[in-house]
């Protein structure tokens, strides 16, 4: 079930959601620390997250889903964002050097599928990062948070589901390990609260944030491969009855005799 795009618009608006963006920066620059000449495209609702990136990259575009409405952005200039069906991008092969998920994979109906039509996209050598709730943090758990919808993972669901749909992570981190709490007075200790989680308590941070790289290998998939190796099968038939006579009235057979029985002697080339 995805989350309205107003929803997620005000969530960011206000001090709570301020602060979450700017953790999970830290974390995403961790990973991407130079973009230069590059295209990023950011999936689900990733503005507060490509307003970072934008100066630095070459292209940045914002795609949307369906199920969860678009809205204008930037606020200024030409818009950079597209409404799209998550399964179907309408984009060529190959053709992103970057792509951020936020607020995605752990909303949409079959994260694998949406996971394939990521990797067609990307380009050899790309980067995928992903930033999904984690299963044992609590922000998964308190619905005032966007982050507390849809599906949590954890650590190794995510490692399973990347390697089925051909991708191979290769670094990881975690970022909001303080609480999702509204106090305007929390917020000003928060990044010293997740300076202390980092280290006291790293497995219940709010997100996992996953970076990986595509396969080139492709192979079929089990149901494919069934239905290629039972297409080639062969099928031995039963010999035909053959008639009495074949056609050409009056012509005997020569290796028939006149019962339809075969005829094992060499033919009378005079009969």
């Not at 039509?117 to 299963?135: D, Y």
């Not at 929390?186 to 300076?195: C, M």
């Not at 005997?252 to 033919?267: A, K, T, V």
Request: aromatic share 10%; proline share 9%.
């Amino acid at each position: 079930m995805f989350l309205d795009v107003l929803d997620l618009r005000n969530f960011y608006a206000q001090p709570l959601g301020g602060v979450t963006a700017q953790h999970i920066n830290l974390g995403i620059r961790q990973h991407w620390p130079n973009l230069n000449g590059l295209t990023v495209l950011g999936m689900g609702y990733a503005p507060p997250y490509l307003r970072e990136l934008r100066g630095e990259a070459e292209r940045t575009l914002s795609l949307m889903p369906a199920q969860q409405g678009a809205v204008y952005w930037p606020s200024t200039g030409a818009s950079l964002t597209s409404l799209v069906d998550a399964n179907a991008l309408p984009l060529p092969d190959s053709c992103i050097d970057r792509i951020l998920l936020v607020h995605m994979l752990e909303l949409v109906d079959n994260p694998a599928d949406h996971l394939r039509e990521i990797w067609r996209v990307l380009t050899p050598g790309g980067r995928l990062l992903v930033v999904v709730p984690n299963r044992r943090g609590v922000w998964a758990r308190l619905e005032h948070s966007p982050f507390a919808y849809g599906r949590p993972f954890s650590k190794g669901q995510l490692t399973h589901l990347m390697r089925d749909t051909m991708f191979t992570p290769v670094r990881w981190s975690e970022a909001l390990h303080f609480g999702p709490f509204k106090g305007r007075g929390y917020f000003g200790s928060a990044r010293l609260w997740e300076k202390i989680g980092k280290r006291c308590w790293p497995a219940f941070a709010g997100v996992h944030i996953v970076e990986a790289t595509k396969l080139m290998r492709q192979a079929l998939p089990a149901q494919e491969a069934n239905v290629l190796q039972s297409s080639f099968r062969p099928v031995f038939l039963p010999v035909p009855h053959l008639p009495n006579s074949y056609p050409g009235a009056g012509i005997r057979n020569p290796f028939f005799d006149w019962q339809g029985e075969r005829n094992w002697r060499d033919p009378d080339p005079q009969a």
